[in-house]
């Protein structure tokens, strides 16, 4: 296959451009918060915290938004969720003001970056299933594959970028003004959006009753093994294996790397697992697949050990670049099971459900490290989210034998026969 087949469309390049800045200001405004409160707090709950507050209503609408999704025209519905997250953007701006501390008491400020990180996770229930939805009407069904590649390895991109801004601009302009800069990105992609045309509804029951429309989705989800082996095995390992929402402790505390230490930190794993997206456009993954993604997660589960031990920064760095280069390989098949297992017209539901196993697996996650550092220390916690992942892949090869044979070169034939 032409590994460049999906970028000779030009609206799925603006979709990138679209999509590089959201995730780009998206990874930077989360690293600023996270370097904030921790500065405020000095409490490895308050990173859990932050966590949480955006993983409740992403878990809580996940559902109801994948619906509503399926229901909408994409492009209008995906210009909303960018205009609501520059808002918040702009309200964490405002909150970041440098005078602001000495008018209002911390609690005051902390309370108001949790609600505005709250409206986030219901900006973001509505994000990613209009997203993943938005791909599949903008290229042809046959290099579906292809475009979640790209896909995928524009979010790692901007993710690289991203959190080593963050970790500098925080150095370099201060907190206050590296909020200004992520807004500024936001309204680029909003710009850049509209110059896509409005896409056709290709659900065929429109006005279908909302309980029913999840029932359906949940009942395809659970019923299609691939489909869900792929998302509860991926959803445990970052639940458990994360060690991201506690990187301010080993920068500032651990490893005494400073702001600029930690946006090394942070991009570690983006720019690992951005290679192997790159990589993975000429060397597709789709043969043995099931092997592949189990592979890719002990190794993860590994990296986390290794970096939870280490008091060496250049082999912490070393540890996280790893476990980005194998977690992308996992990304990469997930995405590419998803593309083509899901209808047309269940994309949304899908996505939602994804979104709950997957995407806000990370914000609870980094609830769980909050959590757990705090009762048993943080070298502690990431070790045991480590070993938990390990576990995990063990108890996925042994009771699914099935989804170790999963090889997905022969969907991408019927997909390719149809076109």
């Given amino acids: 296959m032409d590994p460049y087949a999906a970028l000779r469309f030009k609206e799925f390049n603006i979709f990138l451009l679209v999509r590089f800045a959201m995730v780009f200001a998206w990874s930077m405004q989360f690293i600023v918060i996270e370097w904030q409160v921790y500065s405020m707090t000095k409490d490895p709950l308050s990173l859990g915290i932050i966590g949480l507050m955006e993983v409740i209503p992403a878990v809580s609408m996940a559902l109801f938004a994948g619906h509503i999704v399926d229901q909408t025209e994409k492009r209008n519905l995906l210009v909303k969720c960018i205009f609501g997250f520059s808002v918040i953007s702009f309200g964490l701006f405002m909150l970041s003001w440098p005078s602001l501390d000495q008018k209002v008491d911390t609690g005051t400020i902390l309370y108001g970056i949790y609600f505005l990180v709250f409206l986030g996770g219901i900006v973001r229930s509505f994000l990613g299933p209009t997203i993943f939805s938005l791909i599949a009407l903008i290229v042809p069904k046959k290099i579906y594959p292809n475009a979640a590649t790209w896909s995928s390895t524009t979010w790692q991109l901007a993710s690289v970028l991203g959190p080593a801004l ?17 807004f500024g990105f936001s309204v680029m992609a909003l710009i850049a959006l509209l110059q896509i045309s409005k896409k056709p509804i290709l659900n065929p029951k429109i006005g279908e009753p909302v309980f029913q429309s999840l029932r359906e989705g949940l009942r395809f989800v659970f019923s299609t093994k691939a489909v869900f082996g792929a998302l509860t095995l991926d959803m445990i390992a970052v639940l458990f294996g994360g060690a991201v929402a506690l990187l301010p402790i080993f920068a500032q505390d651990i490893l005494n790397v400073g702001s600029e230490g930690f946006g090394v930190l942070r991009a570690a794993p983006a720019v690992g697992a951005a290679l192997t997206m790159l990589g993975s456009t000429r060397f597709p993954l789709h043969k043995n697949a099931g092997k592949k993604l189990l592979l890719a997660v002990f190794g993860f589960g590994i990296c986390m050990i290794v970096f939870g031990l280490s008091t060496y920064f250049w082999l912490s760095v070393i540890a996280l670049f790893v476990s980005g280069a194998v977690d992308g390989v996992s990304m990469i098949i997930r995405q590419t099971i998803l593309q083509l297992k899901t209808p047309d017209n269940m994309r949304g539901r899908v996505a939602s459900v994804n979104s709950m196993f997957v995407g ?30 390990l576990l995990t892949v063990g108890a996925t090869a042994i009771v699914s034998p099935s989804f170790r044979k999963l090889d997905l070169q022969k969907d991408i034939d019927e997909h390719e026969a149809n076109a």
């Avoid at 963050?166 to 992520?182: D, E, Q, R």
């Avoid at 914000?363 to 480590?386: I, N, R």
């Fill in 166 to 182: 963050a970790g500098f601009s925080i150095s370099w302009i201060g907190v206050h003004w590296s909020m200004c800069l992520i």
């Fill in 360 to 389: 806000s697996s990370n914000e609870l996650g980094a609830f769980e490290s909050g959590l757990t550092a705090k009762l048993m220390g943080t070298v502690t916690a990431v070790v045991f989210g480590g070993a938990m992942t």
